[in-house]
């Protein structure tokens, strides 16, 4: 039997290859001689290439598809803030006055004077609760927010 400390069950040869890998110990029983005194080559040789294969070649491939995909998720997460900080300066910049929504509803793909006259005419008379013609400040408040707009509209 070879190393049987080591490998008796597959939770100790796990264990004895993962600190072999990490680099943490070497098997004792496999530096140990036969009964003739030579060295168990095969063994040896068989952990030397696994090591070798492990470190050189599947650890840095692992590490660097790791390190992609944090890379990634980072340029992402900035630009994701970017985008939040953009259209949030576009908004502040777009509701310079508190009635920047209004007119921005009013005024969108109108046809003609006719057409913008209109559109207040249907706008005073939501406005207008009373029908006497005059739109007060408390009818205003009342039909904006009747209304909806977002951003809100804050009087």
Not at 47 to 67: D, G, K, Q, R
Not at 107 to 112: G, L, M, N, P
Not at 122 to 131: A, G, H, I, T, V
């Amino acid at each position: 039997e070879i190393a049987p400390d080591e490998f008796n069950y597959f939770g100790g040869a796990f264990v004895a290859l993962f600190q072999v890998t990490a680099a943490g110990v070497w098997i004792p029983s496999l530096a140990a001689p036969d009964e003739q005194g030579s060295l168990m080559a095969g063994p040896v040789l068989f952990l030397a290439t696994y090591v070798m294969i492990v470190n050189w070649t599947l650890l840095p491939i692992s590490m660097a598809a790791l390190v992609d995909r944090f890379v990634a998720a980072s340029a992402a997460s900035a630009q994701e803030e970017r985008m939040q900080r953009v259209l949030k300066a576009k908004e502040t910049e777009l509701v310079k006055y508190a009635l920047d929504p209004l007119l921005r509803f009013l005024t969108a793909h109108y046809i003609d004077d006719a057409d913008l006259r209109s559109r207040l005419n249907r706008l005073f008379k939501l406005f207008d609760l009373d029908d006497i013609g005059r739109i007060s400040f408390h009818q205003l408040c009342i039909g904006i927010k009747q209304l909806n707009f977002r951003p809100r509209i804050h009087l």
